[in-house]
């Protein structure tokens, strides 16, 4: 019997009709299978109904894998799709697999010489970097930042050292309630000119986007709502700082388009 597929299927990242933001394509993957791997069992459910999933909720085999799927349980997770059962995973919000779980399932699934299939949909973290302004050819993603201020202060020096000296954008999230805390001590700790994105409620009806200075910050305040936020920072570069250069020609011309 042919394998099945492993699909990997975004989700909305905020509240809204999902096929603003989910391509038609990605909408119809969705539909084509009844058995997903979902981090949060609930939020899938809405998600795939929202989403307008053709068979009854209740008929679909919805596997709850968490925020840290157990590697002992992905042979049984996979079986059925080396059986030919094509499932899909799911996240709570946005890409599987980036910043979310799944990337363990999808190397087992390779492994396994299953074919895995992406699919397009939001993702808050290229979202932010292409609203930001700032360096898209170098770039990393810290997901949280400590929460102990000394710890904070520390990583934020710390990613502000590394974006001089390799030209890169440093990205991060944090807890919605905490976003003025955290815009506060980015504002205060780094270089004023130093830049930081807010980017806020993405795709969503609240959604808003500011890149300021950390000088410019400080005048402005600290005002953030409590959504879902990503934040990028990008420090002065040092004098030839990696990724700064503009590219020559014959380099630019065999990119892979993004």
């Known amino acids: 019997m042919a394998s099945g597929q492993l699909h990997l299927v975004p989700v909305p990242i905020a509240e809204g009709d999902p096929a603003l933001t989910l391509p038609a394509s990605t909408l119809l993957a969705a539909h084509a299978c009844s058995r997903f791997l979902a981090e949060n069992a609930k939020s899938a459910r809405a998600a795939l109904k929202a989403m307008g999933h053709p068979s009854p909720i209740s008929d679909l085999t919805i596997i709850e894998i968490g925020h840290e799927p157990d590697p002992a349980l992905f042979d049984e997770w996979l079986a059925p799709v080396a059986a030919g059962v094509d499932t899909a995973i799911i996240s709570e919000s946005g890409c599987p697999a980036v910043a979310d779980p799944g990337a363990g399932l999808v190397r087992a699934a390779q492994e396994k010489g299953i074919a895995v299939i992406p699919h397009p949909g939001p993702c808050s973290i290229l979202l932010t970097l292409m609203a930001s302004g700032m360096n898209g050819q170098r770039f990393r993603f810290l997901g949280y930042l400590p929460v102990h201020e000394d710890e904070r202060r520390k990583a934020i020096l710390d990613l502000q050292n590394e974006s001089r000296k390799t030209g890169e954008t440093e990205l991060f999230i944090e807890t919605p309630y905490r976003n003025n805390r955290l815009l506060q001590a980015l504002a205060e700790t780094l270089a004023p000119t130093a830049r930081i994105t807010a980017a806020t409620d993405l795709t969503g009806p609240s959604e808003a986007i500011t890149t300021l200075t950390a000088a410019a910050w400080r005048k402005k305040g ?3 709502p409590k959504l879902p936020t990503v934040f990028a920072v990008m420090a002065q570069p ?21």
Request: hydrophobic share 40%; net charge positive.
């Open 238 to 258: 040092a004098a030839g700082a990696a990724g700064q250069k503009p590219a020559r020609a014959s380099q630019a011309k065999g990119r892979l388009k993004h």
């Open 222 to 224: 600290y005002a953030l």
